[in-house]
T-cell receptor, first 113, second 113 residues
């Protein structure tokens, strides 16, 4: 079955600390992979995407992700987080059978001062 | 360039009422879709369209209807609202069914009482 799994539902972290949000995908989905961010009461904004090419993808706001085919992972990282990074992050894969994105259940990142 | 525009942003309905959530995009995208977002569930596909005049059901279509008379517009109709339809609804569009990148509206927060 096609699926995307976000391994942590909540991640608390202190400001200026590094963070990694984990995402695994089933090998049956396509390798079009995305991370979206949702700030409170807002829509989804694309952080970064992997379509092909270099396995290290850089996105907006200092985030990056690494595509690892052997481990079927696409973890999101930031070396130093800010209070303003507090949001919910969604990992998604393209290639659903209906042309849709397949979403993970989200990870709430909470950055504390 | 407005992207994907959803209206209204908030709505309260009584059980049994009907309403239409509006969605319009100005990017000439062929593929449009509706998702609902519920806590801890990620986003689930309700209906989608691969072009004007063509629609199909997604993962959770019951209680919803769609039409696509133009490339730009993809309204979602709730036929007889139920409390289980309390959710946040997102419209998305992408260039094609291969869905290399989806653009999302700001969402409609619907409460059914």
């Amino acid at each position: 079955a096609q699926s995307v799994t976000q391994l942590d539902s909540q991640v608390p972290v202190f400001e200026e600390a590094p963070v990694e949000l984990r995402c695994n995908y089933s090998s049956s989905v396509s390798v079009y992979l995305f991370w979206y961010v949702q700030y409170p009461n807002q829509g989804l904004q694309l952080l970064l995407k992997y379509l092909s090419g270099s396995t290290l993808v850089k996105g907006i706001n200092g985030f990056e992700a690494e595509f690892n085919k052997s481990q079927t992972s696409f973890h999101l990282r930031k070396p130093s987080v800010h209070i303003s990074d507090t949001a919910e992050y969604f990992c998604a894969a393209g290639g659903g059978s209906q042309g849709n994105l397949i979403f993970g259940k989200g990870t709430k990142l909470s950055v504390k001062p | 360039n407005a992207g994907v525009t959803q209206t209204p942003k908030f709505q309260v309905l009584k059980t049994g009422q009907s309403m239409t959530l509006q969605c319009a995009q100005d990017m000439n995208h062929e593929y449009m879709s509706w998702y609902r977002q519920d806590p801890g569930m990620g986003l689930r596909l309700i209906h989608y369209s691969v072009g004007a005049g063509i629609t199909d059901q997604g993962e959770v279509p019951n209680g919803y209807n769609v039409s696509r008379s133009t490339t730009e517009d993809f309204p979602l109709r709730l036929l007889s609202a139920a409390p289980s339809q309390t959710s946040v609804y997102f419209c998305a569009s992408s260039y094609s069914i291969q869905n290399t990148e989806a653009f999302f509206g700001q969402g409609t927060r619907l409460t059914v009482v």
